[in-house]
């Protein structure tokens, strides 16, 4: 039978700690850490996927990432090289189109075009009705 350690025991640091509840726990890795960091970011790209004004704001923010770089000359631009693949996989989540998140993609890469708000665009194509012409294009899902 295992002994319950506590913090005023002695012999605490040679001891597994049980705590109250009599359930022992691993101590969390960074693998632990890295998973439910990627639970959470993919139920806030599904969550936004789903709800068109939650999709805005993620878009919003997608687009004010990447134009930032002008806050900080040279150095900036080098960070867009960064941000470029990152920003290709959250349009392509989003959006599911390849062309879209290319074209951020493009955006981000090449210097000087970081003020075309790619993700906004793609959100007003798919969800303004005067731009279904356009949507199925770019959207080849719907």
């Known amino acids: 039978m295992r002994r319950k350690a506590s913090k005023g025991d002695k012999d605490y640091v040679d001891a597994e700690y049980i705590p109250p509840d009599g359930n022992p726990r691993k101590e969390p890795t ?12 993919n139920s806030l790209l599904d969550d936004a ?7 805005l704001f993620l878009c ?10 002008y806050l900080i000359p040279i150095i900036g631009e080098a960070s867009d090289f960064a941000w470029a693949p990152i920003e290709f996989y959250l349009l392509q989540r989003l959006f599911g189109s390849t062309a879209i998140a290319s074209f951020g993609f493009i955006e981000e890469a090449l210097p000087g075009l970081d003020f075309i ?4 665009i793609a959100w007003c194509i ?12 770019l959207f080849p899902k719907d």
């Open 49 to 55: 996927a789903s709800n068109v004004y939650t999709k």
């Open 126 to 137: 798919e969800n303004v009705e005067g731009l279904r012409g356009i949507k199925s294009i």
């Open 60 to 69: 919003l923010v997608i687009d004010f990432i990447g134009s930032s770089s």
């Open 30 to 41: 960074k693998e632990d850490f890295d998973e439910e960091v990627n639970k959470a970011a």
């Open 117 to 120: 708000p790619t993700a906004t």
